[in-house]
Protein backbone atom coordinates (compact mmCIF):
# COMPACT_ATOMS: atom_id res chain seq x y z
CA UNK A 1 0.00 0.00 0.00
CA UNK A 2 1.20 3.59 -0.56
CA UNK A 3 1.71 5.85 2.36
CA UNK A 4 0.93 9.70 0.11
CA UNK A 5 -2.65 10.21 -0.79
CA UNK A 6 -4.01 12.89 -2.40
CA UNK A 7 -5.68 15.56 -0.17
CA UNK A 8 -7.31 19.23 -1.10
CA UNK A 9 -5.86 21.81 1.05
CA UNK A 10 -6.04 25.31 1.84
CA UNK A 11 -3.29 26.94 0.43
CA UNK A 12 -4.23 30.71 0.90
CA UNK A 13 -7.02 32.77 0.24
CA UNK A 14 -8.61 32.29 -2.80
CA UNK A 15 -6.32 28.64 -3.36
CA UNK A 16 -7.81 25.25 -2.68
CA UNK A 17 -4.91 22.40 -4.23
CA UNK A 18 -4.91 18.89 -4.53
CA UNK A 19 -1.89 17.86 -2.54
CA UNK A 20 0.02 14.92 -1.87
CA UNK A 21 0.06 13.96 1.95
CA UNK A 22 1.17 10.92 4.07
CA UNK A 23 -1.53 8.82 5.29
CA UNK A 24 -1.72 9.38 8.87
CA UNK A 25 -0.89 7.05 11.43
CA UNK A 26 -3.44 5.49 13.63
CA UNK A 27 -3.92 6.10 17.39
CA UNK A 28 -5.66 4.12 19.94
CA UNK A 29 -8.64 5.89 19.70
CA UNK A 30 -8.76 6.72 16.03
CA UNK A 31 -10.28 5.25 13.23
CA UNK A 32 -8.55 5.42 9.42
CA UNK A 33 -11.65 5.95 6.70
CA UNK A 34 -10.79 5.33 2.84
CA UNK A 35 -13.38 8.29 1.80
CA UNK A 36 -15.54 6.56 -0.60
CA UNK A 37 -17.95 9.90 -1.22
CA UNK A 38 -17.44 13.31 0.12
CA UNK A 39 -18.71 16.78 -0.60
CA UNK A 40 -18.02 20.65 -0.89
CA UNK A 41 -19.88 22.76 1.93
CA UNK A 42 -21.10 26.21 1.82
CA UNK A 43 -18.45 26.86 4.62
CA UNK A 44 -15.50 25.04 2.42
CA UNK A 45 -16.14 28.49 0.10
CA UNK A 46 -15.88 30.57 2.98
CA UNK A 47 -12.65 28.78 3.60
CA UNK A 48 -11.89 29.30 0.32
CA UNK A 49 -11.98 32.78 0.23
CA UNK A 50 -10.10 33.75 3.52
CA UNK A 51 -13.12 34.59 5.30
CA UNK A 52 -12.83 31.75 7.60
CA UNK A 53 -9.27 31.22 8.75
CA UNK A 54 -7.86 27.73 8.72
CA UNK A 55 -3.96 26.65 8.83
CA UNK A 56 -2.19 26.72 5.57
CA UNK A 57 -1.58 23.39 3.97
CA UNK A 58 -5.03 21.64 5.99
CA UNK A 59 -6.90 19.35 4.73
CA UNK A 60 -10.26 20.67 3.88
CA UNK A 61 -13.78 19.24 3.74
CA UNK A 62 -15.89 17.90 7.03
CA UNK A 63 -18.63 15.49 5.49
CA UNK A 64 -17.33 11.96 5.18
CA UNK A 65 -18.68 8.67 3.85
CA UNK A 66 -16.13 5.52 3.59
CA UNK A 67 -14.77 2.48 5.03
CA UNK A 68 -13.09 1.74 7.83
CA UNK A 69 -9.27 0.82 6.54
CA UNK A 70 -7.78 0.71 10.02
CA UNK A 71 -9.46 0.83 13.27
CA UNK A 72 -7.38 2.12 16.73
CA UNK A 73 -6.26 -0.58 19.08
CA UNK A 74 -8.75 1.09 21.58
CA UNK A 75 -11.93 1.02 19.42
CA UNK A 76 -14.59 -1.53 20.27
CA UNK A 77 -17.53 -2.51 18.04
CA UNK A 78 -16.51 -2.29 14.77
CA UNK A 79 -14.73 -4.19 11.70
CA UNK A 80 -12.51 -3.06 9.19
CA UNK A 81 -14.14 -3.04 6.12
CA UNK A 82 -17.28 -1.29 7.15
CA UNK A 83 -19.41 1.25 5.34
CA UNK A 84 -19.84 4.58 7.93
CA UNK A 85 -19.92 7.86 7.84
CA UNK A 86 -19.14 10.63 10.99
CA UNK A 87 -20.18 13.74 11.14
CA UNK A 88 -18.87 16.98 10.31
CA UNK A 89 -18.69 17.72 14.30
CA UNK A 90 -16.56 15.16 15.91
CA UNK A 91 -17.43 15.54 19.76
CA UNK A 92 -15.54 13.47 22.24
CA UNK A 93 -18.49 12.58 24.60
CA UNK A 94 -16.26 12.98 27.75
CA UNK A 95 -15.88 16.56 28.46
CA UNK A 96 -17.41 19.10 30.21
CA UNK A 97 -19.05 20.73 27.34
CA UNK A 98 -20.44 17.55 26.04
CA UNK A 99 -21.80 16.52 29.23
CA UNK A 100 -23.82 19.99 30.07
CA UNK A 101 -25.02 19.50 26.56
CA UNK A 102 -23.09 21.72 23.79
CA UNK A 103 -20.59 18.66 22.12
CA UNK A 104 -20.48 20.58 19.67
CA UNK A 105 -18.40 23.31 21.32
CA UNK A 106 -15.96 20.73 22.85
CA UNK A 107 -12.78 21.57 22.33
CA UNK A 108 -10.96 19.36 25.38
CA UNK A 109 -8.72 17.53 22.76
CA UNK A 110 -6.82 20.59 22.56
CA UNK A 111 -6.12 20.67 26.30
CA UNK A 112 -2.79 19.32 26.33
CA UNK A 113 -1.57 21.74 23.83
CA UNK A 114 -2.66 24.66 25.89
CA UNK A 115 -5.83 25.81 22.95
CA UNK A 116 -8.19 26.33 25.72
CA UNK A 117 -8.51 25.93 29.34
CA UNK A 118 -8.20 22.75 31.54
CA UNK A 119 -12.37 23.12 31.18
CA UNK A 120 -12.00 22.31 27.37
CA UNK A 121 -15.26 24.41 26.26
CA UNK A 122 -14.23 26.46 23.02
CA UNK A 123 -16.63 27.91 20.64
CA UNK A 124 -16.61 25.38 17.47
CA UNK A 125 -14.45 23.18 18.52
CA UNK A 126 -15.91 19.90 18.02
CA UNK A 127 -15.72 20.92 14.43
CA UNK A 128 -12.72 19.17 13.63
CA UNK A 129 -12.11 17.71 10.17
CA UNK A 130 -11.17 20.68 7.92
CA UNK A 131 -11.45 23.38 10.26
CA UNK A 132 -8.48 22.32 12.79
CA UNK A 133 -7.65 18.74 11.61
CA UNK A 134 -7.04 17.34 8.41
CA UNK A 135 -10.33 16.77 6.49
CA UNK A 136 -12.40 14.75 4.07
CA UNK A 137 -11.61 15.84 0.59
CA UNK A 138 -8.40 13.39 0.39
CA UNK A 139 -8.33 9.56 -0.17
CA UNK A 140 -7.98 8.78 3.15
CA UNK A 141 -9.35 10.34 6.69
CA UNK A 142 -8.19 10.27 10.41
CA UNK A 143 -11.24 10.17 12.30
CA UNK A 144 -10.68 11.11 15.76
CA UNK A 145 -13.05 10.20 19.00
CA UNK A 146 -13.50 6.97 16.64
CA UNK A 147 -15.92 5.05 19.26
CA UNK A 148 -18.49 8.03 19.75
CA UNK A 149 -18.15 9.39 15.94
CA UNK A 150 -18.01 6.22 13.63
CA UNK A 151 -22.20 5.47 12.65
CA UNK A 152 -22.59 1.82 10.59
CA UNK A 153 -24.78 2.82 7.23
CA UNK A 154 -27.49 0.47 6.54
CA UNK A 155 -27.36 -1.88 4.07
CA UNK A 156 -29.21 -1.00 0.90
CA UNK A 157 -28.18 3.02 1.37
CA UNK A 158 -26.27 4.34 -1.20
CA UNK A 159 -23.15 6.50 -0.28
CA UNK A 160 -25.09 9.79 -2.42
CA UNK A 161 -28.14 9.25 -0.06
CA UNK A 162 -26.57 9.06 3.44
CA UNK A 163 -23.85 12.30 1.84
CA UNK A 164 -26.51 14.71 3.79
CA UNK A 165 -26.47 13.37 7.11
CA UNK A 166 -22.77 14.50 8.34
CA UNK A 167 -23.37 18.01 7.76
CA UNK A 168 -26.34 19.87 5.58
CA UNK A 169 -29.17 16.88 7.37
CA UNK A 170 -28.08 17.42 10.46
CA UNK A 171 -27.47 20.87 10.88
CA UNK A 172 -30.60 22.14 9.06
CA UNK A 173 -32.49 19.56 10.70
CA UNK A 174 -31.28 21.27 13.86
CA UNK A 175 -32.21 24.82 13.14
CA UNK A 176 -36.15 23.09 13.92
CA UNK A 177 -35.42 21.55 16.53
CA UNK A 178 -33.34 24.71 18.06
CA UNK A 179 -36.28 26.71 17.28
CA UNK A 180 -38.49 24.15 18.99
CA UNK A 181 -41.15 24.15 16.36
CA UNK A 182 -44.53 23.01 17.32
CA UNK A 183 -47.28 21.07 15.22
CA UNK A 184 -49.38 23.74 13.77
CA UNK A 185 -46.68 26.16 13.74
CA UNK A 186 -46.13 28.89 10.76
CA UNK A 187 -42.40 29.16 9.69
CA UNK A 188 -40.31 30.75 7.69
CA UNK A 189 -36.92 29.51 6.06
CA UNK A 190 -34.69 32.50 5.02
CA UNK A 191 -32.30 30.97 2.21
CA UNK A 192 -33.06 27.66 0.43
CA UNK A 193 -29.35 26.58 -0.01
CA UNK A 194 -29.00 22.85 1.17
CA UNK A 195 -29.05 23.72 4.77
CA UNK A 196 -31.81 26.12 3.96
CA UNK A 197 -33.43 23.29 2.45
CA UNK A 198 -33.19 20.46 4.67
CA UNK A 199 -34.94 23.13 7.58
CA UNK A 200 -37.75 23.10 5.47
CA UNK A 201 -37.49 19.01 5.63
CA UNK A 202 -37.00 19.36 8.94
CA UNK A 203 -39.65 21.81 9.93
CA UNK A 204 -42.26 19.92 8.03
CA UNK A 205 -40.71 16.77 10.25
CA UNK A 206 -41.50 18.58 13.62
CA UNK A 207 -44.73 19.70 12.73
CA UNK A 208 -44.85 23.03 11.10
CA UNK A 209 -48.45 23.40 9.44
CA UNK A 210 -47.31 26.53 7.42
CA UNK A 211 -44.09 26.64 5.61
CA UNK A 212 -42.69 29.60 3.85
CA UNK A 213 -39.23 29.39 1.45
CA UNK A 214 -37.82 32.44 0.40
CA UNK A 215 -34.46 32.81 -1.86
CA UNK A 216 -33.97 34.10 -4.87
CA UNK A 217 -32.95 31.28 -7.07
CA UNK A 218 -36.11 30.11 -8.81
CA UNK A 219 -34.43 26.49 -9.30
CA UNK A 220 -33.90 26.55 -5.32
CA UNK A 221 -37.34 27.55 -4.62
CA UNK A 222 -38.88 24.42 -6.93
CA UNK A 223 -36.63 22.12 -4.71
CA UNK A 224 -38.03 23.98 -1.34
CA UNK A 225 -41.39 22.54 -2.85
CA UNK A 226 -40.46 19.39 -2.77
CA UNK A 227 -38.48 19.46 0.52
CA UNK A 228 -41.75 20.40 1.90
CA UNK A 229 -42.23 24.38 1.61
CA UNK A 230 -45.93 25.74 1.34
CA UNK A 231 -45.75 29.03 -0.44
CA UNK A 232 -42.11 29.76 -1.23
CA UNK A 233 -41.33 33.66 -1.77
CA UNK A 234 -38.94 35.12 -4.55
CA UNK A 235 -37.03 38.22 -2.83
CA UNK A 236 -36.15 39.28 -6.12
CA UNK A 237 -39.73 39.80 -6.64
CA UNK A 238 -41.52 40.65 -4.12
CA UNK A 239 -40.68 41.99 -0.53
CA UNK A 240 -40.30 38.71 1.63
CA UNK A 241 -40.97 40.60 4.98
CA UNK A 242 -44.24 42.60 3.41
CA UNK A 243 -45.51 39.16 2.00
CA UNK A 244 -45.04 37.45 5.14
CA UNK A 245 -46.67 40.01 6.97
CA UNK A 246 -49.94 39.87 4.96
CA UNK A 247 -49.75 36.48 4.88
CA UNK A 248 -50.22 36.05 8.43
CA UNK A 249 -52.23 38.98 8.95
CA UNK A 250 -49.76 41.22 10.34
CA UNK A 251 -49.37 37.91 13.37
CA UNK A 252 -45.62 37.11 12.15
CA UNK A 253 -44.25 33.57 12.02
CA UNK A 254 -43.91 31.13 15.27
CA UNK A 255 -40.24 30.65 13.79
CA UNK A 256 -38.12 32.11 11.52
CA UNK A 257 -35.00 29.73 10.33
CA UNK A 258 -32.07 32.02 8.90
CA UNK A 259 -29.86 29.91 6.38
CA UNK A 260 -27.35 31.83 5.06
CA UNK A 261 -25.81 33.82 7.55
CA UNK A 262 -25.89 37.36 6.19
CA UNK A 263 -27.19 40.76 8.05
CA UNK A 264 -29.98 41.08 5.28
CA UNK A 265 -31.73 37.04 6.18
CA UNK A 266 -30.89 37.52 9.46
CA UNK A 267 -32.78 40.93 10.10
CA UNK A 268 -35.94 39.68 7.71
CA UNK A 269 -36.17 36.67 9.73
CA UNK A 270 -36.35 39.19 12.80
CA UNK A 271 -38.83 41.51 11.45
CA UNK A 272 -41.02 38.78 10.13
CA UNK A 273 -40.73 36.90 13.85
CA UNK A 274 -44.46 37.18 15.90
CA UNK A 275 -43.50 38.61 19.34
CA UNK A 276 -42.77 35.59 21.53
CA UNK A 277 -41.54 33.85 18.55
CA UNK A 278 -37.77 32.15 17.94
CA UNK A 279 -35.23 33.49 15.29
CA UNK A 280 -32.94 30.29 15.10
CA UNK A 281 -29.73 30.83 12.93
CA UNK A 282 -28.27 28.66 11.42
CA UNK A 283 -26.01 30.55 9.26
CA UNK A 284 -21.98 31.18 9.82
CA UNK A 285 -21.39 34.59 9.55
CA UNK A 286 -19.04 36.88 7.81
CA UNK A 287 -19.36 40.47 9.71
CA UNK A 288 -20.80 42.04 12.80
CA UNK A 289 -24.45 42.05 12.88
CA UNK A 290 -26.86 45.04 13.67
CA UNK A 291 -30.05 44.28 15.46
CA UNK A 292 -33.34 46.82 14.20
CA UNK A 293 -34.87 48.12 17.19
CA UNK A 294 -38.39 48.00 16.45
CA UNK A 295 -37.46 44.59 15.02
CA UNK A 296 -36.40 43.69 18.43
CA UNK A 297 -39.03 45.29 20.05
CA UNK A 298 -36.65 47.73 22.00
CA UNK A 299 -35.82 44.54 23.46
CA UNK A 300 -39.23 43.29 25.13
CA UNK A 301 -40.71 41.40 22.72
CA UNK A 302 -39.81 38.05 24.42
CA UNK A 303 -38.54 36.69 21.64
CA UNK A 304 -35.40 34.21 21.18
CA UNK A 305 -32.67 34.01 19.12
CA UNK A 306 -30.68 30.48 19.21
CA UNK A 307 -27.88 29.65 17.41
CA UNK A 308 -26.81 25.86 16.43
CA UNK A 309 -23.52 24.33 15.23
CA UNK A 310 -24.45 21.11 12.91
CA UNK A 311 -24.89 18.19 15.87
CA UNK A 312 -22.39 15.30 15.26
CA UNK A 313 -21.81 12.01 17.27
CA UNK A 314 -22.96 8.28 15.70
CA UNK A 315 -26.20 8.67 17.47
CA UNK A 316 -27.02 11.66 15.72
CA UNK A 317 -25.62 10.22 12.21
CA UNK A 318 -27.77 6.87 13.59
CA UNK A 319 -31.18 8.76 14.09
CA UNK A 320 -30.59 10.78 10.54
CA UNK A 321 -29.93 7.49 8.49
CA UNK A 322 -33.25 6.16 10.26
CA UNK A 323 -34.95 8.99 8.58
CA UNK A 324 -33.69 8.60 5.08
CA UNK A 325 -34.18 4.90 5.32
CA UNK A 326 -37.55 4.91 6.52
CA UNK A 327 -38.29 7.21 3.39
CA UNK A 328 -39.66 10.28 5.07
CA UNK A 329 -36.98 12.24 3.65
CA UNK A 330 -35.30 11.67 0.46
CA UNK A 331 -32.09 14.34 -0.11
CA UNK A 332 -30.40 12.76 -3.35
CA UNK A 333 -32.28 14.77 -5.86
CA UNK A 334 -29.72 17.25 -3.98
CA UNK A 335 -26.75 15.86 -5.48
CA UNK A 336 -26.48 17.81 -8.69
CA UNK A 337 -22.90 17.37 -10.08
CA UNK A 338 -20.44 14.41 -9.55
CA UNK A 339 -16.69 14.57 -9.80
CA UNK A 340 -13.73 13.35 -9.13
CA UNK A 341 -11.19 14.20 -6.39
CA UNK A 342 -8.54 14.53 -9.39
CA UNK A 343 -10.77 17.59 -10.42
CA UNK A 344 -11.98 18.89 -7.28
CA UNK A 345 -10.48 22.14 -8.20
CA UNK A 346 -12.91 22.40 -10.70
CA UNK A 347 -15.88 21.03 -8.28
CA UNK A 348 -15.12 24.39 -6.17
CA UNK A 349 -15.44 26.65 -8.80
CA UNK A 350 -18.63 25.61 -9.94
CA UNK A 351 -20.01 25.51 -6.52
CA UNK A 352 -18.58 28.82 -5.18
CA UNK A 353 -20.12 30.39 -8.27
CA UNK A 354 -23.39 28.75 -8.08
CA UNK A 355 -23.17 27.92 -11.60
CA UNK A 356 -25.23 25.29 -13.31
CA UNK A 357 -28.09 25.05 -10.75
CA UNK A 358 -26.07 23.89 -8.53
CA UNK A 359 -26.83 22.28 -4.91
CA UNK A 360 -24.16 19.80 -3.86
CA UNK A 361 -21.39 17.74 -5.68
CA UNK A 362 -20.61 14.33 -4.87
CA UNK A 363 -16.77 13.88 -5.03
CA UNK A 364 -15.48 10.11 -5.87
CA UNK A 365 -12.04 8.89 -5.68
ZN1 LIG B 1 -20.48 22.30 6.34
Redesign the pocket.
Known amino acids: MSTKMKAAVFVRPGCIELVDKPIPDVGPTDALIRITTTTI ?4 IHILKGEYPVAKGLTVG ?2 PVGIIDKLGSAVRGYREGQRVIAG ?1 ICPSFTSYACQDGSPSQDGSYLIPSGQCGNHGYKATAGWRFGNIIDGTQAEYVLVPDAQANLAPVPDGLTDEQVLMCP ?2 MS ?1 GFSGAESGKIRIGDVVAVFAQGPIGLCATAGAKMSGATTIIAVDGIAGRLTMSKRCGADITINFREVDPVAEIMRLTDGRGVDVAIEALGTQGTFESALRVLRPGGTLSSLGVYSSDLTIPLGAFSAGLGDNKIVTTL ?1 PGGKERMRRLMGVIESGRVDLSAMVTHRFKLDDIEAAYDLFAHQRDGVLKVAITP
Not at 41 to 44: E, I, L, M, S
Open positions: CGTDHEADITC
